[in-house]
């Protein structure tokens, strides 16, 4: 059921949903709307699957959430970076890009 | 409470998340809708958009849970799958650890059995013996006075007074030679105050109690098995001691342990407490030594009741002259039990304590070792998304795993080992039969196990898992260098092994050396070439001493006539332990009053003793033939007592008065006077450890009052002493077929037999430290040989340079012999430090001898050496091109 996606290496989606809360809090569908937007639909991301990444965020204590009302007037969970979310996504961004950048390294000269 | 919160708030989290997705799938419908899609497909798309909502709500409420069951059982799978992965590593650490784990529980099953076993007795924590007590000296108390001492106080249920006795019991149904069993003297009050019943038949009334009416008997359930094949019509049957018929009215259970009575063998017949005629008149006031247990009443304290009992002494000591200097003590019944085993069951769980933390340091240096090697599947793992603490985890469930099979292995051990102890266990630690694995022994072992886990798993499981991705790729996959922090924490490990073995070995020479000094003492005697025989003349067929004489000389005549036989001797002492002590005064020096008679050993033989025995005659003459029956008495003493009461002078020739020994005061008018004949060497008489008491020797034939039935026949051959034992058994069979040959021992036994206690810890004590010698061994050749490994290529490379082959050799021994030459410095500290500990058991042996310090060092020291060494002539033999090519 989940082949028809490509799968994320682990961490990955965390590491999207942070980034995105850091610029203003938002709900969950909002969020998944805003990365695929985002990534310009490349990322073919399951859209439940941002629920057990927010839970694990949730339990780790780097997101806090609130049910509140949208503009569209729906009642909705609206999740928010927290302080030690905040600091977490500033350490983990940089090594984070070190990485891909070595893996599109790799990857390049492969080809090559 | 937190639980209970936590399962309240998960119960919220999992609505709220509901409540989520419908609402998330709910505005994706809307919106499609709004963009003109009909709603029943705006659904299927949404839905579809978003996934399978039932596995993502599982997966999202998975986070909030515990880890399952399932997920440990994962954990534990793939455990079992690493070790069993290697062979080698898994069986060296499960054996090392059965090894630490078995000794404990061995060792701890004994000290269960000894000190922590409730007592088989109903109301055990309120069973008390009672002894009487005169110048820090304690014996049993006297049938009067216990009888006294219950009837007048105020704290005890019951008290109750009896004894056990050997005697000689005829051929029964099912055993066909007469033998001495032991008998237990009681009245029906014994059973009761230890809470026991008969299982078939009844208890002894208290008219059988009553000297003439005391012809019956209880058997035990094992006696009653043995004796006469548990027979179902035994009631009204007899058996036969010392001569005379008993009626078996009843069959009590195998309850009462060998220890209860300090004795090596179980009580397997009692009958009524009816020593003699007169155990109960005032005469008997003074014959203490009877055995005297009691009920305390529930809620009172053995201080409450040593209390009370010495006011009632007290006052007996007021009402009888004899009582004087008499005072009570009270001790638990449980005391009995542990006897003077605490200190040597501390030492040996210290040791095995010892032992296993040297198997923890070695299991944990394996680990280590294996992590090393394990730094690649780490790093991919770790690469693969598993945090530290799920590799901690990991890594932890294999060292609880490797621990429960080490424990497993180890009950299994300990249970061979408990074996091995009641085969070749002393009878005089007659404890260790009681010794077992029951459910407290498994508790430990599982509790020893767990900590055991943690002690060896923790340190390399956290120096395991500190690994980042991208180690895999730096170290170019070759098997990690271990790195600098682990090579620090292996080295510990092996200094702590070293040092901990050191402390082992210290512990076990010191033991040692003390029994060999206890052994090499002059007891005073030749104790080689002695055989020694215990006999019993029953009263009904050798009424009275002349009797009783008549067939000693008779006996001892053939006796020196067997061939290989050089001397024999009939005696009521037998060397290296005896107390038969006695009041007495020297002529002319009257003592004020019965408190303050001088006390002496007195016992009495035949004119051969001292020739058989060899004791050394310093002063005056031997007994001869012509101290008649008739004669003057005449007495020989020892080197103590001539040193003790009678200083700078000539003690030949002086005279002794005896006051007879209690029992008799009131029987004989005047005391006996003896005449000093001659002063002799002093004998071991209190066993190896102390002193001997001043002893006065008297002959059998003239002084009748001690001649009772029970006598010791010593004899001095000329061949080896075991070859005599069918002759004599021959000879005493010609004179009476009816008397057991009984207690047959070489002296060279009895000797043994005092230095049980210690042969037994010197024993096991030399067992542990032989492990920890070898664990430790086995360390510092682990680490040398792992540094030689992984410095191949380094030595390799040096060897090519040019370098001497020394330089190499030492670059590797380095580590071995550092931490040998800390281990021994920490060891010898901490044996210093522990000295306390083996002190009490040490006979002539300082616990901080330098001798025992600096010999056990050296032995430790050259094992390490040659464990350093053996791995180290491989780094010189190594072949440098091979080596560099391979790699």
């Known amino acids: 059921m989940k082949s028809e996606h490509q799968d994320l290496f682990p961490g990955v989606l965390e590491m999207m949903i942070l980034r995105t809360l850091q610029r203003r809090p938002l709900h969950g569908y909002a969020l998944v709307r805003h990365i695929k937007r985002t990534s310009n639909d490349l990322l073919q991301i399951e859209e439940g699957s941002l629920y057990p990444a927010l839970q694990r965020l949730l339990k780790a204590k780097l997101v806090a959430a609130e049910w509140g009302t949208s503009s569209t007037n729906r009642r909705v969970r609206t999740y928010r970076l927290t302080k030690a979310g905040a600091r977490h996504v500033e350490r983990a961004v940089s090594s984070f890009e070190r990485m891909l950048e070595g893996i599109r390294l790799v990857l390049a000269r492969g080809e090559a | ?887």
């Open chain 2, 1 to 887: 409470m937190s639980f209970l919160r936590r399962l309240f708030s998960r119960r919220r989290i999992y609505a709220d998340l509901s409540e989520e997705v419908r609402a998330h799938i709910e505005e994706r419908v809307g919106e499609l809708v709004a963009g003109g899609m009909p709603r029943s497909e705006a659904l299927t798309v949404a839905r579809r958009e978003f996934g399978n909502v039932t596995f993502l709500e599982e997966q999202a409420r998975e986070v909030w849970r515990w880890p399952s069951l399932e997920s440990v059982l994962m954990d534990v799978r793939l455990a079992a799958r690493m070790l069993r992965k290697a062979p080698v590593f898994t069986s060296v650490a499960v054996l090392t650890l059965a090894l630490g784990i078995g000794a404990n529980a061995a060792i701890f099953s004994v000290l269960n059995a000894v000190l922590l076993r409730p007592l088989p007795f109903p109301d055990a924590d309120r069973l008390v013996r009672v002894l009487s007590i005169k110048d820090g000296f304690s014996t049993g108390p006297s049938a009067p006075d216990a009888r006294d001492l219950g009837a007048e106080s105020h704290t005890f249920e019951k008290l109750v007074v009896y004894d056990t006795w050997r005697k000689n019991l005829s051929a029964t149904p099912t055993s066909s030679e007469p033998e001495q069993i032991r008998v237990g003297l009681v009245p029906a009050e014994y059973f009761e105050v230890l809470g026991m019943r008969p299982i078939r038949g009844r208890l002894f009334t208290s008219e059988e109690n009553r000297w003439g009416n005391h012809h019956v008997a209880l058997l035990s359930t094992a006696f009653w098995q043995t004796h006469f094949g548990g027979e179902r019509e035994i009631l009204g049957k007899t058996v036969r001691i010392n001569g005379e018929a008993y009626t078996i009215i009843g069959i009590v259970p195998d309850t009462v342990p060998t220890w209860m009575d300090a004795r090596s063998e179980k009580v397997g017949v009692f009958t009524p407490f009816a020593p003699d005629a007169e155990v109960w008149s005032e005469s008997s006031r003074g014959g203490r030594g009877f055995t005297t247990i009691g009920l305390l009443k529930s809620g009172v304290t053995i201080d409450q009741a040593t209390a009370d009992l010495q006011a009632v002494a007290a006052g007996l000591a007021k009402r009888y002259p004899i009582d004087r200097g008499y005072g009570v003590a009270v001790e638990p019944l449980a005391q009995s039990r542990v006897g003077n085993l605490r200190p040597i069951l501390l030492l040996l769980m210290a040791a095995v304590g010892l032992t296993l933390l040297i198997a923890c340091s070695n299991v944990a240096n394996l680990l280590l070792a294996r992590y090393g090697v394990r730094q690649r599947e780490f790093a991919t793992r770790t690469a693969l998304g598993a945090g530290r603490s799920r590799l901690l985890r990991q890594l932890l469930t294999e060292s609880v795993l490797l621990s429960l099979v080490g424990g497993g292995a180890g009950v299994a051990l300990a249970w061979l080992g408990i074996g091995i102890l009641e085969r070749l266990h002393p009878a005089e630690i007659s404890q260790l039969e009681e010794a077992r694995i029951d459910a407290r022994v498994l508790l430990f072992t599982f509790a020893i196990s767990g900590l055991t886990s943690i002690g060896f798993g923790v340190l390399p499981a956290l120096a395991g898992a500190r690994v980042g991705p991208a180690d895999a790729l730096k170290d170019g996959g070759r098997t990690g260098s271990g790195g600098r922090q682990r090579r620090v924490l292996r080295q510990a490990l092996v200094v702590a092994e070293v040092a901990f073995s050191l402390m082992l070995l210290i512990g076990a020479g010191l033991v040692m050396k003390s029994l060999l000094r206890l052994r090499a003492q002059d007891l005073g005697f030749r104790e080689d070439h002695l055989l020694t025989e215990h006999l019993f003349l029953p009263e009904t067929r050798y009424p009275g001493p002349a009797a009783i004489t008549r067939f000693c000389d008779r006996f001892a005549e053939r006796v020196r006539a067997t061939p290989g036989v050089g001397d024999a001797t009939i005696t009521m002492i037998l060397p290296p332990s005896y107390r038969w002590k006695l009041t007495f005064t020297v002529v002319g020096r009257p003592a004020s009053d019965i408190a303050e008679m001088p006390t002496a050993n007195f016992g009495v033989t035949d004119a051969h003793y001292v020739r058989t025995l060899g004791i050394r005659l310093l002063r005056g003459r031997d007994f001869s033939e012509a101290d008649t029956a008739t004669g003057a008495r005449v007495a020989l003493v020892n080197e103590t007592f001539a040193r003790r009461f009678l200083p700078n002078e000539d003690p030949v020739g002086k005279q002794i008065d005896l006051a007879p020994p209690e029992t008799l005061a009131a029987r004989t008018a005047a005391a006996p006077r003896l005449t000093i004949i001659g002063v002799i060497g002093d004998v071991k008489n209190r066993g190896l450890a102390r002193n001997p008491d001043p002893d006065i020797i008297g002959l059998i034939r003239q002084n009748p009052e001690q001649n009772y039935g029970f006598k010791s026949v010593i004899v001095r051959t000329t061949i080896g002493p075991s070859a005599i034992v069918p002759s004599l058994r021959r000879e005493l069979a010609a004179l009476d077929p009816d008397l057991p040959f009984a207690e047959v021992r070489t002296m060279g036994e009895i000797v043994s037999r005092v230095t049980a206690d210690d042969r037994f810890t010197a024993l096991l004590l030399a067992i542990f430290a032989g492990l920890g010698v070898t664990l430790a061994v086995v360390g510092v050749y682990g680490i040398v040989a792992y540094g030689v490994a992984q410095r191949r290529r380094e030595i390799a490379t040096r060897i090519m340079l040019g370098a001497p082959m020394t330089s190499v050799m030492s670059l590797v021994a380095r580590e071995g012999l550092a931490a040998g030459v800390i281990g021994i410095t920490l060891g010898l500290a901490g044996a210093l430090a522990a000295a306390g500990v083996a002190a009490s058991l040490l006979y002539g042996v300082s616990p901080r001898d330098p001798l025992t310090f600096g010999g056990c060092s050296l032995v430790l020291a050259v094992v390490v050496l040659v464990a350093t060494l053996v791995p180290c002539s491989r780094a010189a033999t190594l072949d440098p091109f091979e080596t560099l090519r391979s790699d």
